[in-house]
C-alpha cells in the first residue's frame, strides 16, 4: 500500500502539480526554487529534476521536497521504504 501511495504521488507531482507551477511562475526557476526546493529545481539549468521521478530514485525525491522545510524530520526507514516493494503479509495461523 505504501509503495503504492508513493507512486501515486510522485505521479501526481511530476504530471500534475509541478507543471501547474511552472506555469504559475512564468517558468521563473528561481521562483520554483525558492517553492520546491534547489534539490528539486536546478536553477541554474532552468529546468526540473524530472530524473528524481523515476521509481528508483524515491529517497531521493523525498529528501529534494524535504530540503526547503528543514523542520521535518523523517526516519531512514521510511526513505529506505520507499526504495524497497512492500512485501505480502504472512496469513499463516500459529499451531496450537
Known amino acids: 500500500m505504501i509503495h503504492w501511495i508513493q507512486l501515486v504521488l510522485g ?3 511530476s504530471e500534475d502539480i509541478v507543471p501547474l507551477l511552472e506555469e504559475y511562475c512564468y517558468e521563473d526557476y528561481s521562483a520554483l526554487a525558492q517553492i520546491l526546493g534547489s534539490g ?3 536553477e541554474a539549468a532552468q529546468r526540473i529534476r524530472q530524473e528524481l521521478f523515476s521509481p528508483g530514485k524515491r529517497a531521493e525525491l523525498v529528501q529534494a521536497l524535504l530540503e526547503p522545510a528543514p523542520d521535518i ?3 531512514s526507514s ?3 521504504a520507499a526504495e524497497e516493494p512492500e512485501e505480502p503479509a504472512d496469513t499463516e495461523e500459529p499451531e496450537a
Open 11 to 13: 505521479q501526481t507531482l
Open 40 to 42: 528539486l529545481v536546478d
Open 73 to 75: 524530520v523523517t526516519a
Open 78 to 80: 521510511a526513505t529506505d
